[in-house]
């Protein structure tokens, strides 16, 4: 027990005894829990644009993984609306269980966090035209993972 305290002492004797660098510490965007540099946390926030065909960076406000894991997620469904400037991605009314439900997905920041990404989900009830909308939480939750795999992939 007394060698692990003073190899625990050592340590810290250690760090404060850096080469002079500080190293600032932000919690990580993708997981709060964890703390990471700041450096890497701007690197996973970076703004991206579409390529070089596509529009400039100062046109392009959304996060270019969150952007492709919509595409990804909800390719299988007809889209009725694609607006990549603004990061909107809303989906034709589909047939499913007696009612018609419509997805729209909308990008709203640069970075891979929750609070960026909102998806909303309509079903109509083709029988009486009653229209109900409520979030599309789980749907969000793959997005969300699919862009953190399309960005730990890009690294």
């Known amino acids: 027990m007394f060698r ?5 002492w050592g340590c810290l004797i250690g760090v404060s ?3 002079g660098k500080d190293i600032e510490y932000v919690r990580d965007p993708l997981n709060p829990g964890r703390l990471i540099t700041k450096d890497k946390a701007a690197q ?3 703004i991206t644009d579409l390529g070089k065909s596509g529009p400039s960076k100062e046109e392009f406000r959304v996060n270019k993984y969150l952007w492709d894991a919509c595409l990804d997620i909800l390719k299988g469904i007809p889209s009725e609306k694609i607006e990549p400037k603004v990061g909107i991605y809303e989906t034709a009314y589909v047939p ?6 419509k997805v729209q997905c909308r990008v709203k ?3 891979i966090l929750s609070k960026n990404l909102e998806v909303t989900v309509t079903e109509r009830n083709p029988e009486t035209e009653q229209i109900s909308s409520f979030s599309g939480e ?3 939750g793959q997005i969300l993972l699919r862009a953190r795999e399309l960005k730990a992939n890009d690294i």
């Open 17 to 19: 005894c850096g080469e």
């Open 138 to 140: 789980q749907i969000r």
């Open 4 to 8: 692990k305290i003073l190899i625990l």
């Open 44 to 46: 996973i926030g970076k």
């Open 109 to 111: 920041g640069g970075k």
């Open 96 to 101: 499913s269980s007696g009612k018609d439900i």
